[in-house]
């Protein structure tokens, strides 16, 4: 079945750095998705990629739709504490349906002040 | 424009007990999903629902865990007799009509079985 392959698993920077995080499919998507999830709350979208090679900007967020369509980048410039938490890529198991979605298995993040 | 709500935030239950988990949508959403995580793990789908309609429930248990989303009222996730591989956190997303925008979640119910 499908599988969407985080890394790094986790984490642990000091403030100010930049992060780099990908994430890789053994299957083709049309639609990538970023999402954060901060302890104890739900999934937040941070950004929605829909086109190959595509290259989205959310403040200090930037993600790219890989051009091969199985894979794609989060980066986060000049980390702060409030960046602590786990990111998850996300994609439709279905297409026409960004709803039914499969996640990674997410990379945590720490932040050192 | 309030968010997703799920209630209770917490529920705690017997093994062979029932659970009831209910997810309100944001106003104007009228597809609703449940996805259940697992602790260090992502989220799996469970179930894709509109009003009175089941669309989807190819991620949901045979046995045991049954949804609906009524014409009035929120939606529930029912899971009966429940077992200690219950435990997790069960989280609601809902969506706009049209299947293509990005959906938004509720923060979750944390089932724990005793």
């Known amino acids: 079945g499908q599988q969407l392959n985080q890394s790094p698993q986790s984490m642990f920077i000091q403030e100010g750095e930049d992060v780099s995080m990908n994430c890789t499919s053994s299957s083709i998507f049309n639609t990538w998705l970023w999402y954060k999830q901060d302890p104890g709350e739900g999934p937040v979208l941070l950004i929605a990629l829909y086109k190959a090679g595509e290259l989205t900007s959310n403040g200090r967020l930037t993600a790219q739709f890989g051009i091969t369509r199985k894979d794609s980048f989060l980066n986060i410039s000049a980390s702060i504490p409030s960046d602590v938490g786990i990111y998850f890529c996300?994609?439709?198991?279905?297409?026409?349906?960004?709803?039914?979605?499969?996640f990674g298995q997410g990379t945590t993040l720490q932040v050192k002040p | 424009n309030a968010g997703v709500m799920q209630n209770p935030r917490h529920l705690v239950r017997r093994r062979g007990q029932e659970a009831r988990l209910r997810c309100s949508p944001m106003k104007g959403h009228s597809h609703v999903y449940w996805y259940r995580q697992l602790p260090e793990e992502g989220l799996k789908f469970m179930v894709y629902?509109?009003?009175?309609?089941?669309?989807?429930e190819s991620g949901m248990p045979k046995e045991r865990f049954s949804a609906e989303f009524p014409k009035e009222g929120p939606s529930i996730l029912r899971i009966q007799q429940v077992v200690r591989g219950d435990s997790a956190a069960y989280f609601c997303a809902s969506q706009p009509p049209g299947k293509v925008s990005p959906l938004h979640f509720g923060n979750g119910t944390r089932l724990t079985v005793t």
């Open positions: 629902l509109q009003k009175e309609n089941i669309i989807d």
């Open positions: 996300a994609g439709p198991l279905s297409s026409g349906n960004t709803g039914k979605l499969i």
